[in-house]
């Protein structure tokens, strides 16, 4: 029986269930925080961004403190508002997986974003979107 906090800590940071929840937390912060950044960057206020969303600034400071789990469609009501593009992606955590499946998919990855059909219109679409915005 552990006698130390730390000892008992590092016992109970070991197990499955605390374990999923550490990583739940921590990526509910790292989308949060993306989206924070994001918002800053556009020069949006919270205020602006639910006003666009259509809901609340408590709901924004939720959203970008971590608070909430929001659903794919938040995400996209978030990306449509701040104009970005909502870009949703699995990464292998299981280092036998990594060499087959996560080249595989690495490679197939760079071939669509190698075509060249692909990215002059991926660009001559966000030309004519910044151009559009810049006339409101």
Same mark, same amino acid.
């Given at each position: 029986?552990?006698?130390?906090?730390?000892?008992?800590?590092?016992?109970?940071?070991r197990?499955?269930?605390?374990?999923a929840g550490?990583?739940? *937390?921590?990526? =509910?912060?790292?989308?949060? #925080?993306?989206?924070?950044? !994001?918002?800053? $960057? &556009? +020069?949006?206020?919270?205020?602006e961004?639910a006003?666009?969303?259509?809901?609340?600034?408590?709901?924004i400071?939720?959203?970008?403190?971590?608070?909430?789990?929001?659903?794919?469609?938040?995400?996209?009501r978030?990306?449509? *508002?701040?104009? =970005?593009?909502?870009?949703? #992606?699995?990464?292998?955590? !299981?280092?036998? $997986? &990594? +060499?087959?499946?996560?080249?595989?998919?690495?490679t197939?990855?760079?071939?669509?974003?190698?075509?060249?059909?692909?990215?002059?219109?991926?660009?001559?679409?966000?030309?004519?979107a910044?151009?559009?915005?810049?006339?409101?």
């Amino acid at each position: 029986m552990p006698t130390k906090w730390a000892e008992l800590k590092n016992q109970r940071a070991r197990k499955p269930a605390i374990e999923a929840g550490y990583s739940r *937390a921590r990526s =509910a912060y790292r989308l949060a #925080e993306r989206v924070r950044l !994001l918002r800053e $960057a &556009r +020069g949006v206020s919270q205020i602006e961004l639910a006003q666009r969303m259509g809901t609340t600034q408590s709901a924004i400071a939720r959203l970008e403190a971590g608070g909430s789990y929001p659903n794919l469609q938040t995400l996209e009501r978030v990306g449509g *508002a701040l104009r =970005a593009e909502l870009v949703v #992606e699995f990464k292998d955590v !299981l280092p036998a $997986a &990594r +060499g087959s499946l996560g080249n595989r998919v690495a490679t197939q990855v760079r071939r669509v974003v190698a075509d060249r059909t692909f990215g002059k219109r991926a660009v001559a679409r966000r030309a004519k979107a910044k151009r559009v915005s810049k006339g409101r």
